[in-house]
């Protein structure tokens, strides 16, 4: 196995990791492919998929070994760990007794249901074909399945109003990842009139720039009703990348990215500690010159 490399909101350097660098801290390897939510068998295959299994062991494994005496908690992901972070959040809640401090984070994890560059849904395609396999539903919050269909309950934006642990969400309004796999994925740009831009932003005609426009006001309309709450923060910044609290950089650094002046460990601190409300909202490219973006 590689070796991990514990950065950004897992340094133990105060310089790089400000509010908490004395933690102790985990992390949880993803291996599962639904973000610790399968619990289904393709017999055809032969293949098990026990995702929830795994989470419920890990969580069993670490309160056994002191987590359970925690004063403070925050359960953090990235990618599809930030949507196991949603998925899992009032779970993870309900391990502690309430007088411990439970908050959970999510890094790029709130993928989008939208229509990509075809006028289809390749995104909710490849979800309902996850949720199917892996067995999901079974794992989805009920307050969600018993209004929608499972599919629809995978994606955060549907879930995350709901969610009673105070949530914060960290995202790029130029989510690349969901740019390239989920608005203009190969499967619906065979000709890849897409292929220079979505790898590299600068490459965009105006055309598709102001589709990319169009892209970060449908994340931020799916964003409102979570927002609305003032337990709940986000910050929202206007760069081209995908992941940014592992990153050192990107965490707490001299040039880290910024919303106005705040660094994004300083946002998070100061809302998991109540310093101050976090409500963090860039305005649209290219007016913020502190991103770090991902050619």
């Known amino acids: 196995m590689d070796k991990l490399y514990f950065d950004g909101i897992l340094s133990d350097k105060p310089e790089q990791n400000p509010d908490f660098y004395n933690w102790n801290r985990v992390e949880v390897r993803y291996c599962d492919g639904a973000s610790f939510a399968g619990e289904g068998f393709d017999g055809e295959h032969n293949l098990y998929f026990r995702g929830q299994r795994i989470w419920s062991a890990v969580m069993e494994d670490l309160m056994s070994k002191g987590m359970r005496s925690a004063k403070q908690a925050l359960l953090s992901g990235c990618s599809a760990g930030g949507l196991a972070s949603i998925l899992h959040c009032d779970e993870f809640r309900a391990l502690f007794p309430q007088t411990t401090k439970v908050k959970c984070l999510s890094d790029a994890?709130?993928?989008?249901d939208l229509v990509d560059i075809s006028g289809g849904h390749a995104v909710r395609s490849f979800y309902d074909g996850v949720v199917t396999l892996q067995g999901v539903a079974q794992n989805l919050p009920k307050y969600c399945t018993?209004?929608?269909?499972?599919?629809?309950?995978?994606f955060p934006q549907y879930i995350v109003a709901n969610i009673t642990t105070p949530t914060f969400l960290l995202n790029a309004a130029y989510d690349t990842y969901q740019i390239q796999q989920a608005l203009a994925p190969i499967s619906v740009d065979p000709k890849e009139t897409w292929k220079a831009c979505k790898f590299n932003h600068s490459a965009c005609d105006s055309n598709q720039m102001q589709i990319l426009q169009g892209f970060r006001n449908t994340m931020l309309n799916a964003l409102q009703g979570f927002a609305a709450l003032d337990k709940n923060g986000h910050f929202i910044n206007s760069c081209f990348t995908h992941g940014q609290i592992y990153d050192p950089n990107k965490w707490y650094s001299d040039n880290s990215p910024t919303i106005g002046n705040k660094r994004i460990a300083t946002s998070v601190g100061d809302w998991y500690f109540d310093r101050s409300q976090v409500k963090a909202i860039d305005c649209?490219?290219?007016?913020?010159?502190?991103?770090?973006?991902?050619?």
């Open 109 to 112: 994890g709130f993928f989008v």
């Open 146 to 154: 018993s209004r929608m269909n499972a599919t629809s309950c995978f």
């Open 284 to 295: 649209a490219y290219p007016c913020d010159n502190t991103c770090h973006h991902d050619l």
